[in-house]
C-alpha cells in the first residue's frame, strides 16, 4: 500500500519539513474541525496554493496530501449529512448506516495512520508514494523548471 | 569576498534561509564586491522560532503578519479571526518558511 | 510575500468568496441545524471574545438595514462589509480597464499603516473595541 520510493533528488532540510508539514498540518485540521469535514480540505488547499511555487518534492507532497483529503470528503460528507438528518429528522438507524459508518471509520483511520507515517518518513526526507495516490500525483504534479 | 568570511556567515545565518537557497546565496556572496560586506553584517534577519512562537499564541488577530511585514495579510487575519480559524491553522505550519523567505527577499537587495 | 497583481487579486477573490459563503452559510443556518459553528480560537479557549468576534451577526443584521444593531454588535462589521461589497467591484474594474490601481493602492497602504503616527492610534481604537467587545460580551 505504501511504497518508499527513491525521489529524483536528495531534498534539503527544508524542503522535507515543508513537505512533512502538509501532511501534518491536514491532521491537525482534522481535530480542529471535527464534526466538519470540509475544514481539513479547505487547510490544506490553502496551503496547496501557497506552496505552489515550491520545489518539486514539496509540490509533489502537497499534491499526494489534497488528493487524499479531497477523496475522504465525499465519504465523510455522505456519511456526515446522513447521520445530521438521523439526528434532526424522523429516519431511523438502519442497517446500512451502520455499515456505511463503520466503512468510513475504517478509511479514516487508515489515512490517518497512514498520514502520520508519512509526516515522519518524510520529515527525514524519505519519499513516500501511496498505493493509488502515488502514480495519481506523479501524472498530475509536473516536475517543470 | 572572501571564502573564509563567506563561510562564517552562512554557518552563523543558514537557520534565516531555506536550505535549498544556501548554495546559491553562498555563491552570490563569493562573486560580489567586498564593499558591500558592512551592509550585508548588518541586515536585521527575522528568526523563524520567534515568528512561530508568535503565530501559535497571537496568530489569529495576524500578529504573525504584522511582524513579517505583511501588513495587508495581518489586517485580513484580524477583520476575520484569523481567516475563520483555517488560515490560523495553515499560518503555524507555514509561517516559518514564509519567514525565510522574507529573509531571502531582504538580502537580494544587497546581493544583485 | 512579494505580491504580483494576479496572486493578490486571486487572494482577495478567493477571500470575498469564502466571506460570501460564509455569511449566507449563516442566513440558512439561523434556525440551526447544526450547533452555531464557532470559529474563533480565541473565544474557543478562553471564553474571551476577540477583536473582531461578532463581525459576522453584525453584517447579517446589516443585510436587514439594522445599522444600529451592527454597530452595537460590532462596529468591525461595517468595515468587512464595506471590504466585501466593493473589492470585487475595484478588482473587476482593475480588469476590465487592465490596470492595476488596486495594487497599488494595497502597497501604498501597506507603507502607509506602518508609519508609527497612523500604525499607533489604529491600534488603540482596535483595543478600545475589543474591551467593549469584552464587556458586553459578544
Given amino acids: 500500500m505504501i511504497n518508499l520510493k527513491k525521489f529524483k533528488y536528495e531534498p534539503g532540510e527544508h524542503e522535507a519539513e515543508t513537505a512533512s508539514n502538509s501532511y501534518l498540518m491536514s491532521l491537525i485540521a482534522i481535530i480542529m474541525g471535527l464534526p466538519l469535514p470540509i475544514i481539513n480540505l479547505i487547510a490544506t488547499l490553502i496551503f496547496y496554493l501557497g506552496n505552489r511555487k515550491g520545489t518539486y518534492f514539496v509540490r509533489w507532497h502537497c499534491t499526494q496530501a489534497l488528493l487524499s483529503q479531497t477523496s475522504m470528503l465525499f465519504i465523510n460528507s455522505y456519511g456526515f449529512w446522513w447521520t445530521i438528518s438521523i439526528i434532526f429528522s424522523d429516519e431511523n438507524i438502519s442497517n446500512n448506516y451502520i455499515a456505511y459508518i463503520f466503512a468510513t471509520l475504517i478509511f479514516n483511520v487508515t489515512e490517518f495512520i497512514a498520514t502520520i507515517y508519512t509526516a515522519i518518513k518524510t520529515r527525514n526526507g524519505i519519499h513516500v508514494e501511496w498505493w493509488f495516490y502515488g502514480t495519481l500525483t506523479t501524472l498530475i504534479c509536473k516536475s517543470g523548471k | ?112 | ?138
Avoid at chain 2, 490560523?88 to 518558511?97: A, E, N, Y
Avoid at chain 3, 443585510?63 to 468595515?79: C, H, Q, R, S, V
Wanted: aromatic share 10%; proline share 3%.
Fill in chain 2, 1 to 112: 569576498m572572501e571564502a573564509q568570511k563567506v563561510e562564517m556567515f552562512i554557518m552563523s545565518n543558514s537557520k534565516f534561509f531555506e536550505s535549498h537557497q544556501i548554495n546559491g546565496i553562498r555563491e552570490r556572496l563569493i562573486a560580489i564586491d567586498d564593499s558591500k560586506w558592512a551592509m550585508i553584517s548588518t541586515i536585521q534577519l527575522k528568526d523563524p522560532t520567534t515568528i512561530l512562537i508568535v503565530s501559535i499564541l497571537a496568530g489569529s488577530l495576524g500578529i504573525d503578519r504584522f511582524m513579517l511585514g505583511d501588513t495587508g495579510l495581518g489586517i485580513g487575519k484580524l477583520l476575520t479571526c484569523g481567516g475563520l480559524g483555517i488560515w490560523t491553522i495553515v499560518d503555524w505550519f507555514s509561517i516559518q518558511k514564509a519567514t525565510r523567505e522574507k529573509n531571502m527577499q531582504k538580502i537580494q537587495q544587497f546581493l544583485y
Fill in chain 3, 1 to 138: 510575500m512579494v505580491l504580483s497583481r494576479n496572486k493578490l487579486y486571486s487572494i482577495l477573490i478567493m477571500a470575498c468568496v469564502a466571506g460570501y459563503i460564509w455569511v449566507c452559510f449563516n442566513m440558512v443556518n439561523k434556525q440551526s441545524v447544526l450547533e452555531p459553528v464557532e470559529v474563533c480560537f480565541i473565544k474557543h479557549f478562553t471564553n474571551i471574545p476577540c477583536p473582531s468576534c461578532g463581525s459576522t451577526r453584525a453584517i447579517l443584521s446589516l443585510t436587514k438595514g439594522n445599522f444600529n444593531e451592527a454597530f452595537n454588535i460590532n462596529p468591525m462589521g461595517f468595515l468587512v462589509a464595506f471590504i466585501m461589497l466593493f473589492t470585487p467591484l475595484w478588482i473587476l474594474l482593475d480588469i476590465v480597464a487592465k490596470k492595476n490601481t488596486l495594487l497599488t493602492f494595497y502597497q501604498n497602504l501597506e507603507t502607509y499603516l506602518k508609519r508609527p503616527k497612523i500604525a499607533i492610534p489604529l491600534l488603540i481604537i482596535i483595543m478600545i473595541n475589543w474591551i467593549w467587545n469584552i464587556n458586553k460580551g459578544v
